[in-house]
């Protein structure tokens, strides 16, 4: 069972405009939540994260939004621009079913910003 | 500082075979995590190692093992490979294996055939 969703497999916006990535997730034990940028040929590198006891989290052009009753993330990108374009990963991390603590990806949406 | 490095970078396999990839973290940290990213299935939690002892375990079957030195340097083999075995994998070192302090390597590209 999949406990980190990211439901849409792309999202495509305009340059200057906002870009709103979603994950969803079902394990009320996740504490922490992460995301990450990938590139081709690259690894995933770390972007921005938000403890549970924590709504709101802001870095620059990035904000992450926790809404833990309805066990919903999001990841803002105002302005977005072309060097968004990337694969955005929602993680989790907290203890999982096995009772052990690891971090669990969603299987990522492929942000396109066009000029 | 290096960051994190994998070798080798690709890899072509037939069925049946055995394959071993390494993975060297960053200097001083202590633990190392392998993850396979399939397109179906993103990013997959394989097995944590922390000072050479494995720390915790995703749900993959035993063809899938690792070990680490005591230079932190770790490798991951998977054995009998099968054709759904072709992915990226990616290790992640970190210096207690606290999750928001992971930093990815490149990955190895393992094409099954």
């Known amino acids: 069972d999949q406990q980190v969703k990211q439901n849409s497999p792309s999202l495509s916006v305009q340059e200057g405009r906002i870009s709103i990535l979603n994950c969803d997730y079902t394990n009320s034990m996740f504490d922490y939540f992460l995301w990450y940028k990938k590139y081709p040929a690259e690894g995933p590198t770390f972007l921005i994260s938000i403890s549970s006891i924590k709504d709101k989290n802001e870095d620059g052009r990035f904000t992450v939004f926790l809404n833990k009753s309805a066990k919903h993330l999001s990841l803002h990108i105002v302005p977005s621009q072309p060097g968004d374009s990337a694969v955005y990963f929602c993680?989790?991390?907290?203890?999982?079913?096995?009772?052990?603590?690891?971090?669990?990806f969603g299987k990522g949406t492929k942000l396109t910003v066009n000029p | 500082k290096a960051g994190v490095t994998q070798t080798p970078r690709y890899l072509i396999k037939t069925r049946g075979q055995q394959v071993t990839l390494s993975c060297s973290p960053i200097s001083g940290h202590r633990s190392v995590s392998w993850y396979q990213q399939t397109p179906g299935q993103g990013l997959q939690f394989l097995f944590e190692y922390f000072s050479e002892t494995q720390r915790n375990k995703g749900n993959f079957p035993g063809r899938f093992s690792g070990r680490q030195f005591s230079n932190s340097r770790s490798e991951m083999n998977v054995s009998t490979l099968e054709l759904g075995d072709s992915a990226l994998y990616l290790c992640a070192s970190s210096l207690t294996g606290t999750p928001n302090e992971q930093f990815f390597g490149p990955g190895t590209r393992l094409t099954v055939l």
């Open positions: 993680a989790a991390s907290g203890l999982t079913q096995g009772g052990s603590e690891k971090l669990v």
